[in-house]
T-cell receptor, first 111, second 112 residues
Framework: NAGVTQTPKFQVLKTGQSMTLQCAQD?????MYWYRQDPGMGLRLIYY???????DKGEVPNGYNVSRLNKREFSLRLESAAPSQTSVYFC??????????FGPGTRLTVL | KNEVEQSPQNLTAQEGEFITINCSYS?????LHWLQQHPGGGIVSLFM???GKKKHGRLIATINIQEKHSSLHITASHPRDSAVYIC??????????????FGKGTLLTVNP
């Protein structure tokens, strides 16, 4: 089992460009999450999907959109990237309120 | 809003020492998680607990619900334990609330 996979691992964007971060899990989890991690701050929830077909805003949703494509896949889209979105992005999945399993992260730089 | 505070922010120890990292939170919770993140690495869940104590190898996690406090202990610390340790809590607001609130982490360095 691969667990939680994320692509790409690294990305550099110019201000205003768009991109989609991909996340997939093979553990048959129903819940999936997108976090960002910035220096000196804890992980912050961007969006989450409690189950297939549902998505909800987290703590810092502005500038992002998500799609729960199916039970396995949960993508995060930046429509018009800004330097403030420079961060490390982590996807995670869980079975309900149980332990969350994290992907390896995507390091995004917006110039 | 649930605040999660960890102490200390940074901790340096000699190999073999007993380590304690603390986590305090401000509202009622249904579960508390301890996670580990190695430099430049991914995040791994160590424990999820809602009461009492759990042990895995040299790691022990305890929680006191009444005092809204948890501790992570590492016995016989080793340089490979060097990592950031993160506390996270899930509030007891009910429903399908699986969201976690995270502390800022404690950077542990264990010197040989």
């Amino acid at each position: 089992n691969a667990g939680v996979t994320q692509t790409p691992k690294f990305q550099v964007l110019k201000t205003g460009q768009s991109m989609t971060l991909q996340c997939a899990q093979d553990m048959n989890h129903n819940s999936m999450y997108w976090y960002r991690q910035d220096p000196g701050m804890g992980l912050r929830l961007i969006y989450y999907s409690a189950s297939e077909g549902t998505t909800d805003k987290g703590e810092v949703p502005n500038g992002y959109n998500v799609s729960r494509l199916n039970k396995r896949e949960f993508s995060l889209r930046l429509e018009s990237a800004a330097p403030s979105q420079t961060s490390v992005y982590f996807c995670a999945s869980s079975w309900g309120a149980d332990t969350q399993y994290f992907g390896p992260g995507t390091r995004l730089t917006v110039l | 809003k649930n605040e999660v505070e960890q102490s200390p922010q940074n901790l340096t120890a000699q190999e073999g020492e007993f380590i304690t990292i603390n986590c305090s939170y401000s509202v009622g919770i249904s579960a508390l998680h301890w996670l580990q993140q190695h430099p430049g690495g991914g995040i791994v869940s160590l424990f999820m607990l809602s009461s009492g104590k759990k042990k895995h190898g040299r790691l022990i996690a305890t929680i006191n619900i009444q005092e809204k406090h948890s501790s992570l202990h590492i016995t016989a610390s080793h340089p490979r334990d060097s990592a950031v340790y993160i506390c996270a809590v899930r509030s007891d607001s009910g429903g399908s609330n699986y969201k976690l609130t995270f502390g800022k982490g404690t950077l542990l360095t264990v010197n040989p």
